[in-house]
């Protein structure tokens, strides 16, 4: 599946996507990010507050206990600050 | 011209002139456009630059959605959304918002509904240059209370 990063998770993070194989005993949001804060400790410190987080799959904003899919994008973000 | 996310600056007149005189009836009696501009200050400091960064493909589907909810909502003729990316300096052209109806009423709150949604739902981010150092934005809660209104 893969992951994007957006605004400072990406700076923290080092990388704007990646792909990682599904792991089928993810059921939702917060395994995987439970899994990607072993990666590094800029995935720890990106992923640290999710509080201070959006998460968007497939385009759409869910929650931490949505389920995921094989083959969803995932990205993770910061609170939006256009217009 | 409905949604565009782009790098260019735009020019005003042409989204007006579209949202005038649109390709089929029937025609407007108010249009209602609003721009949004790089301020020159940010919390007493001049700002020298600003990068908008944005997630290409969800940017898109959501001001599409946004336009979409505008247009069930209010007997609009028209409705355009068009938001730049990028570096952009002071005083530059961020973001147009623009609603065409019958009556002036509809156009006015149908421009408003689609800035508060786009300010919270749209996947931007601005880092702000004040010559030392960018610095990311951080999200107004009164965006989020702005949005409940609706």
């Known amino acids: 599946m893969k992951i994007r990063y957006f605004a400072w998770l990406r700076e923290h993070i080092g990388v704007s996507s990646e792909t990682l194989p599904f792991d089928p005993s993810w059921v939702s949001v917060a395994d995987l990010v439970a899994e990607l804060k072993t990666k590094s400790d800029g995935h720890a410190k990106a992923l640290s507050d999710m509080t201070l987080v959006r998460v968007a799959v497939n385009y759409d904003y869910v929650d931490l206990d949505h389920t995921l899919s094989d083959g969803d994008e995932v990205a993770f973000f910061p609170p939006v600050t256009g217009g | ?150």
């Open chain 2, 1 to 150: 011209m409905t949604v565009i996310v782009t790098e260019d600056d735009f020019d005003l007149a042409e989204i007006y002139a579209k949202l005038r005189t649109p390709k089929s009836p029937p025609s407007p009696g108010a249009v209602t456009v609003f721009v949004g501009l790089v301020r020159e200050m940010n919390n007493n400091r001049p700002i020298t630059s600003m990068t908008l960064e944005h997630y290409p493909g969800m940017t898109e589907t959501r001001l599409e959605a946004i336009r979409d909810q505008a247009m069930q909502r209010w007997p609009l003729t028209g409705a355009t959304i068009v938001h730049r990316v990028g570096k952009l300096g002071p005083n530059d052209q961020i973001v147009a918002v623009g609603a065409a109806s019958a009556h002036r009423q509809a156009s006015f709150d149908a421009a408003n509904f689609m800035m508060d949604f786009l300010k919270t739902e749209a996947p931007f981010w601005k880092s702000e240059d004040t010559g030392d150092g960018a610095e990311w934005v951080s999200a107004r809660d009164s965006d989020d209370t702005a949005k409940r209104r609706w």
